[in-house]
């Protein structure tokens, strides 16, 4: 599980205040066999992990499962967005994010690839660095011209670990294609819906977040598997009614 | 031989069967209408009865007691608890809020299906 990972429960740990919510119950299916043998998996669950102001306001929000490397990676990257919204003052927040997603869902949208926050600049006429370095967000090239470049790094979702069962190596994949999705797919949607809803809190936008993003609408009670549950059932109206 | 749990649990059976019919025998002394009555007998309306106040304190804890302790175990969940993993999360997303304030450090909030805690979520 991803939290019982080292290297990302000690970011969290160090760079947030974390808590978690359920938003509701996980479907759950258990299978048997009749032999003694039960299968139990959940069925549609999905997460999401938000970036807050003090406050409990939204700052940024990644949806879905990612790859724990990108993971940590969007992590730094949020721990310096809640420092960047208020470079200019705390009444400027609002501003400052805006324009931050429109950055984001246009870089994505174009690029195909986030822009990223940097800073750390130095007074180069008096060689000091700055206390509180100032934070720039920076468009990175389109990934077919950072092709030819030799000795360009892979993105983290990119990565793979040195796998060599064949089914951990096929779940991998399965998850670096989730995270790719979630990084640029999902990553623009919600920089376009947090770009027109400004600073709310969790609960304005949960909804909406895993209604229209993640499609998991949290009001519908079989949560978007009611088509495959019942369609072409023989005993699907008596369910419903038992339901 | 019987087994101490079979033996705990007839002595359980005698001991309340013995506190139903007191109970049975103090409604027809205090008759018809007391008997469809819930609030406690009062000592000036039956001076000869002595309120049913020590019922709930005194007489039913040492038999509830018994019957915890020796009845089956309760079969455990079938999403059994697990550790949240290695992060230390507060308890709620105020907690987190009102921790932010203090250390300057932002939230995090982590949403899901299911809980954290629950080995299948």
């Known amino acids: 599980m991803l939290f019982s990972k080292e290297d990302v429960a000690q970011a969290i740990n160090t760079l947030f205040e974390p808590a978690w919510e359920s938003v509701r119950a996980v479907p ?15 069925l549609n669950g999905n997460i999401a992990t938000y970036v807050c102001t003090p406050e409990g306001e939204v700052l940024d929000i990644m949806a879905g499962i990612y790859t724990p490397a990108q993971y940590l990676a969007n992590l730094r990257e949020f721990n310096l967005l809640a420092r960047y919204v208020d470079q200019q003052g705390k009444d400027k927040r609002g501003e400052s994010l805006k324009s931050y997603h429109e950055v984001q869902e246009k870089a994505l949208k174009e690029n195909g690839q986030a822009a990223r926050l940097v800073g750390g600049f ?18 990175v090239p389109p990934p077919a011209a950072a092709q030819g470049r030799q000795g360009e790094k892979a993105s983290p979702a990119e990565e793979s670990p040195n796998l060599e069962n064949p089914d951990d190596l096929a779940n991998w994949k399965v998850l670096a294609e989730d995270t ?48 495959t549950l019942f369609a072409n059932y023989p005993f699907a109206k008596e369910d419903r009614r038992s339901n | 031989m019987w087994s101490r749990k079979r033996i705990l649990g007839v002595i359980s059976i005698v001991v309340i069967g013995s506190f139903l019919l007191m109970g049975v025998i103090a409604g027809s002394v205090m008759g018809d209408d007391a008997k469809f009555d819930n609030t406690p007998v009062s000592v000036v309306k039956n001076p000869g009865i002595r309120a049913d106040v020590g019922k709930t304190v005194a007489i039913e804890p040492p038999t509830k007691a018994i019957v915890a302790a020796k009845s089956a175990t309760v079969i455990e969940s079938q999403n059994p608890k697990v550790m949240p ?37």
């Open chain 1, 28 to 42: 759950i299916v258990k299978i048997d066999f009749g032999n003694g043998k039960v299968v139990t998996r959940t």
């Open chain 1, 122 to 139: 130095r007074d180069m006429s008096k060689m000091k660095v700055i206390e509180k370095p100032l934070l720039v967000l920076l468009r």
């Open chain 1, 180 to 227: 790719r999705v979630n990084e640029t797919v999902r990553r623009r949607e919600i920089h376009a819906l947090l770009k027109e809803s400004g600073l709310v809190h969790p609960e304005k936008i949960t909804k909406p977040l895993y209604k229209d993003i993640l499609h998991a609408d949290l009001d519908d009670p079989y949560l978007g598997l009611g088509e």
């Open chain 2, 85 to 121: 993993g290695k992060v230390k999360w507060h308890s709620n997303f105020s907690d987190a809020c009102a921790a932010s304030k203090k250390s300057g450090k932002p939230v995090l909030l982590f949403q899901m299906m299911g809980k954290l805690d629950n080995q299948f979520c």
